[in-house]
């Protein structure tokens, strides 16, 4: 399996410098992944070292706990499509989801969609503080919000993308968004696991390990 294509390669760590991005843009390149996945104020910088380099951006948007304002969400992602990113991970509200407030989840992410434009919006759900019923609830407003794919985990929180969330997301989105495994996927066992459950893309910070394995 070429897994290469289907990894945004990341470096979402707080400490992260200029040097590490541009290290992280060169793998990138290297390795033919599908973006780098990076915090918000790295954007223009990898712009300017990706550009013509067929590797995109994902820039992440309330990150890590979603629970930002909706017009922080909106400015954060305004100003990312405006650097240069490709593609954004935003984090849903994972307290009015839990709460049942779907209008709230909705109205949330798709305003973010809607300041992204024709830059497509991953929603990260952080599976590990849901159950399956809010899972599926919360796979059901990022479809009707517009969102382009549902992703598992932030990688920040007490757990990792799992093949039974996986399926349980492809499941419920059928083609109508694609999928996102992110956190824990440290193999290429992993990686596979993951893409045969129904994941289309992969949030890996061992890329370069699992591509090399």
Partial sequence: ??????????NLKQNATAEDIKKLCAEAKQY?????????C?????????EGSGVGITSCVGFPLGAAS?????????????????????????????????????????????????????VILECCLLDDEQIVRACKDCMAAGAAFVKTSTGFST????????????????????????G???NKADAEAMVAAGADRLGCS???????E
């Avoid at 405006?82 to 509200?93: L, R, S, Y």
């Avoid at 993308?161 to 495994?181: F, P, S």
């Fill in 1 to 10: 399996m070429e897994i290469n294509g289907l990894i945004d390669h990341t």
């Fill in 32 to 40: 033919k992944f599908a973006t780098v996945a990076i915090n918000s």
């Fill in 42 to 50: 790295w954007v223009s910088l990898a712009h300017a070292e990706l």
């Fill in 70 to 122: 909706t017009a922080a969400k909106v400015a954060e992602a305004k100003q990312s499509v405006a650097d240069g990113t490709t593609e954004i991970d935003m984090v849903i509200n994972g307290g009015h989801l839990v709460a049942g407030d779907d209008d709230y989840v909705i109205s949330d992410i798709k305003a973010v969609v809607e300041a992204a434009g024709s830059v497509p919006v991953k």
């Fill in 159 to 182: 757990g990792g993308a799992t093949v039974h969330d996986v399926a349980l997301m492809k499941q419920t989105v059928g083609d109508t968004c694609k999928v996102k495994a992110a």
């Fill in 184 to 186: 824990g996927i440290h």
């Fill in 206 to 212: 061992s890329g370069i390990a699992i591509v090399t």
